[in-house]
């Protein structure tokens, strides 16, 4: 059986002065096969991806392992501890007002100088050599002054310098009401085969905010700065963020399906050794970033949202009805609300109380399949 080990890092400190540790599990196989990274918890109510690593946990226990695996269950100890009554809120630093998960730092700019002074080196070299630069440049940032770092970009920056240790970086999320989906670099794409989620976002190279993006774009940048001075090089690096369900829930009986399926990718990967993990024949859809929009609420009041998670829609359907009842003697209470173009439901609000202009449902549109 293989030995777990646990280690509580220091990322900040909270108000009476004693530290903020988050923990951080670790697993070591032969070290034959590509390192591995898996966080979750980032956004407060987006508790799933705990469970996730719970069964990850367990069943990496019996494998056999060709790689070095670090998981963090609990990324943000502020986030998933930011109640409002029986809520969890979490998704926006209370200070700052910043999405927790859009504080990580681009480091595309070092590509250039890095690849004018190793553009003839070995491929082992470059990778070994720039994964140092960029955990170099990341603790550069995070022994920079005290009071020139806030409190959610030393949660960030802390978890990754992890992050850029790893060939492979996994983000555990949720939405608010959402089906599972994927979000996938475009380079990556035939890799998205090997999870067991339906829907994938193909995202291009283009920074964010987010840890995938962090963990993915400075390895993409160099892919391409090498094309230009006539190397062809792959991106060393792979990183996703796994939209696991919904939030404010876990289901251990559903992770245990997720773990399943991230253990299909990581056998993929060559991470784990005579793995019994394959992923299932189903069909995947794939949608390109700029084609994932998202449906506002053309007016305010309570909503029956119609259109099924997943549900591939046709142009003219209802998605949804509000009711206004303040309007009930003056006008139709009752009002459908229609998509204008063919689509599949990912995910929708998670109150029936909504705003005009509240982000009502998102969809993929122009999509494709990818098998």
């Not at 910043?98 to 990778?127: C, G, P, Q």
Request: proline fraction near 4%; aromatic fraction near 10%; charge should be negative.
């Amino acid at each position: 059986m293989n030995q777990i080990s646990q280690e509580n890092i220091r990322v900040g400190e909270i108000a009476n002065g004693l530290p903020l540790t988050i923990p951080v599990y670790r697993m070591t196989g032969n070290g034959s096969g590509p390192k591995v990274y898996i966080q979750a918890n980032m956004h407060g109510a987006e508790v799933q991806g705990n469970a996730v690593i719970y069964q990850l946990l367990e069943q990496l226990k019996q494998q056999t392992l060709a790689s070095d695996i670090t998981l963090v269950p609990y990324a943000n100890p502020i986030g998933c501890n930011q109640k409002s009554g029986e809520f969890t809120l979490g998704r926006f630093d209370p200070i700052t007002g910043t999405n927790w998960n859009r504080m990580y730092h681009d480091h595309s700019a070092l590509v250039n100088e890095f690849v004018d002074t190793h553009i003839h080196d070995s491929l082992d070299e470059i990778k070994q050599q720039f994964r140092a630069l960029l955990v170099h440049q990341t603790q550069a940032l995070l022994d920079a002054p005290a009071h020139s770092i806030n409190t959610g970009q030393r949660i960030a920056l802390n978890l990754q310098r992890l992050a850029h240790e790893a060939d492979i970086v996994l983000d555990l999320h949720t939405g608010p009401i959402s089906a599972k989906h994927l979000y996938c670099p475009e380079y990556a794409k035939a890799s998205a085969s090997y999870f067991d989620i339906e829907h994938v976002l193909l995202i291009p190279d283009e920074f964010g905010g987010a840890l995938d993006e962090a963990s993915f774009c400075p390895w993409w940048s160099l892919q391409q700065a090498f094309a230009l001075r006539g190397r062809d090089i792959s991106v060393m690096v792979e990183a996703f963020t796994v939209e696991l369900g919904s939030q404010e829930k876990i289901d251990l009986t559903e992770a245990k399906l997720d773990a399943q399926s991230i253990l299909s990718y990581l056998t993929h990967k060559e991470v784990l050794l005579n793995s019994p993990y394959r992923p299932m024949d189903i069909i995947r859809y794939g949608c390109m970033l700029k084609d994932y929009v998202a449906y506002y609420a053309p007016m305010g009041g309570m909503v029956e949202y119609t259109a099924q998670l997943g549900e591939h829609l046709k142009a003219g359907d209802t998605i949804a009805r509000i009711l206004r009842m303040e309007r009930y003697l003056s006008e139709q209470p009752l009002q459908n609300v229609t998509i204008a173009q063919d689509a599949i439901a990912i995910l929708h609000f998670a109150s029936a109380s909504v705003n005009q202009g509240t982000e009502l449902y998102k969809f993929f549109t122009n999509y494709f399949e990818l098998n």
